[in-house]
Structures are given as C-alpha cells and as structure tokens.
C-alpha cells in the first residue's frame, strides 16, 4: 500500500467536490479522507495501490463537472491505515 497527501486548489469548495471524490474513491477501493480547508482548497489523504492512486490523483486535477480545479499538490505520506473513505468536516 502506498499513500499520498494531496491539496487541491482553485474552485472546489460549494460544488460537491468531497462527495464526488468520495465516490471515486469508493470505486477505486481508497481509504482515507477528504476535507474542506478553511482557505477555500480541499485536502486528500489517500491509501491504496500505487497504479490507483495515481488514477485517482488525476480525477482530482480534473474534480466534478462545476470546480475548477488550478493546482494539485501531491506528495508521499504515511499509511495510517484507514477502514474506509470519509468525508471529514
């Protein structure tokens, strides 16, 4: 299993973007979170295989029909060895 910490930049708060990532994941068999950030971008913290996890850090350059995603910021993370994905508030 690998993990990544993404922030997602641009206009994705107020268009579904945590629920919608949350599918994807579920779909992708993820495990870990989503949140909005009081700066207005998005945080990730994704688990799962490495192929995955790159297809789902390409969802998130491309988000929901109505964001507008600017910048995706990817790095390494820790495992925290997450049950599922959740929508953190």
């Known amino acids: ?18 629920t919608y990532a949350k599918q994807v994941a579920d779909r992708l068999g ?14 990730v913290h994704a688990e799962g295989e490495t192929d995955t996890l790159k297809e789902f850090e390409e969802w998130c350059r491309r ?19 997450y049950k599922g994905f959740y929508i953190r508030q």
């Open 1 to 18: 299993m690998t993990a990544y910490s993404m922030v997602i930049v641009g206009k994705v708060q107020g268009v579904f973007f945590r």
């Open 30 to 43: 993820l495990k870990g979170w989503v949140k909005n950030m009081g700066d207005g971008s998005v945080s």
């Open 63 to 81: 988000g929901p029909p109505s964001a507008k995603v600017e910048d995706v910021r990817c790095d390494a993370a820790e495992e925290e060895g």
